[in-house]
């Protein structure tokens, strides 16, 4: 591809092939924390088996193999396979997975973000108040486990559509078929959620509890990380008016899939890629700007290698580089 030329009115910064790196990008805190804790342990313990994927990053989760983090899908697998240490990710799990490590007589690590036990304690607490808990987010998924696990009640669901929910109508409808719901609904998030899809679902949800008498509590608590990736990404597309989006992460990674349908969502070709090998030259065909993010579970090493292919391919590369880490940095809760 010939370089392309500077009109009198453009100056060769406004021309010239750029990648700009997102502002937050990458491991979030509570990732970077857990993979720590986990690797510091085995590295003074021995080998650890994290119940479910500790990350969904193949090149980490190699890795931490080598030094004896191996994944088992439950307690009883871990103990089939020799492990006498199991280990919580950072996504936490229900109270249950405490029990049976102790019942099993294993040691248990726990790498749990602060933020998600936040979460679960609140819904702890709000039971107790005696709310029905509405967890915001996918019912499959490790963190909305883990909330009703410690929410412990019959009394709760996990919902991503108004459809998902045990009602379909407010509260005050009455007639054949219409189930309402109770008195008191408390809505949390899981912590990785979009506000922008977060906020009608709250505000349909409170339409259908007040009425009534109904009390409707919304805690918004999606953690500040993924709403700082979340910024960042809408900084590209508004501020940097970037052509193509690259979001890197593993391909089970479902915040990079996010990350890149946010941003065709807003109108910006956005491409999810695991390594460099991934980036398809077509998607390049006359883009001057491209922009680069990356999932929560996605390390440095690897948003570097995508940076440096970019060079390769006549980008230049983002001042002062990738972002660096603030090893002071706590995230607000
Ligand atoms: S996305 Fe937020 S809550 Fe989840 S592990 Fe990262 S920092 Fe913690």
Known sequence: MTPATATPTETPAQTEKRIIVADTLGYCWGVRRAVDIISASAEEKGPVAPIGDIIHNPQIVERLRGKGVVGAASVDEALEQGFRRVAITAHGMGPHLAQQASAASLEL????????????????KLVRQGYYIVVYGDAYHPEVKSVLGWAN?????????????????ARGQEGPG??????KVALVSQTTKNIDELMPFANALQSMVVPNGGEFRFCNTICEPTTERQNALKKLVEEDHVDVILAIGGVKSS????????????????YHIERPEDINDDWLDGVRLVGVTAGASTPDDVIEDVVATL???????????????????????
């Open 178 to 183: 219409k189930i309402t719901p109770p008195r």
């Open 109 to 124: 690590i726990d790498t749990t973000c602060p933020l998600v036990i936040k979460v679960q304690k609140l819904a702890e």
């Open 311 to 333: 060079v390769t391919k006549g980008y230049a590369a983002p001042e002062g580089g990738i972002h660096p880490v603030d090893p002071d940095y706590v995230p607000s809760y």
């Open 153 to 169: 009640t019959s009394k709760s669901v996990a919902a991503k559509h108004i459809e998902d929910l045990p009602w379909n109508a």
């Open 255 to 270: 915040n990079t899939a996010r990350l890149a349908e946010v941003g065709n969502k807003m109108g910006v070709r956005s």
